[in-house]
């Protein structure tokens, strides 16, 4: 990223071919809000239509500090701007889990509070830098998710191994 402002940033960027060699440099702008994240397609260099989703592991800056340095870290998002709802569950197992309980606390995000990323009181994927590996933090926790649409389902997160996120999930 080269420039930003509250509405926009500018990124340049090339795409490598097949045979290694530096492709084109690109210079974009891509327009955004805090409110309405965009989507991106570096092969087509267009911006996408946002689409309907419910939950999204990516990648996020965040600031480690034994390492003293902001690094991607992997994390869990959830998109409540389409009326996905998420509760969690720390004492309940999986298997015996068969409806939505009528006193699920639902979570909620906003710029000072976000429960499933970096540090948050139920992030998902932690990084260890004593042993510089991600870590699923708790995976007994079972995560019920409401995705806006009158569905609802069950979810624990089981491990992370070589970049790739193991997750059980099933209909309520």
Do not use: C, H
């Not at 390492?67 to 969690?88: C, E, S, W």
């Not at 889990?97 to 710029?111: D, H, K, L, P, R």
């Not at 699923?136 to 997160?157: Q, S, W």
């Amino acid at each position: 990223m080269t420039k930003a402002s509250e509405i926009a940033f500018n990124i340049e960027y090339a795409i490598q071919p097949n045979d290694s060699t530096a492709g084109s440099l690109v210079t974009k702008t891509v327009p955004y809000t805090a409110t309405d994240p965009t989507s991106f397609d570096f092969q087509t260099g267009a911006v996408l239509e946002p689409a309907d989703w419910n939950m999204g592991l990516v990648l996020a800056p965040a600031y480690i500090d034994s390492l003293d340095q902001i690094v991607p870290a992997p994390a869990v998002i959830f998109n409540y701007a389409n009326g996905t709802r998420v509760g969690v569950l720390t004492n309940s197992k999986f298997d015996d889990i068969g409806n939505v309980q009528t006193t699920m606390i639902w979570q909620t995000e906003s710029a000072d509070n976000r429960p499933f990323g970096y540090q948050g009181a139920y992030e998902v994927l932690v990084y260890n830098s004593g042993l510089q590996i991600v870590l699923v933090e708790n995976p007994g926790y079972v995560y019920i998710i409401d995705d806006g649409a009158g569905a609802f389902y069950k979810l624990r997160f089981k491990d992370w191994g070589d970049g790739l996120v193991l997750f059980e999930y099933a209909a309520l």
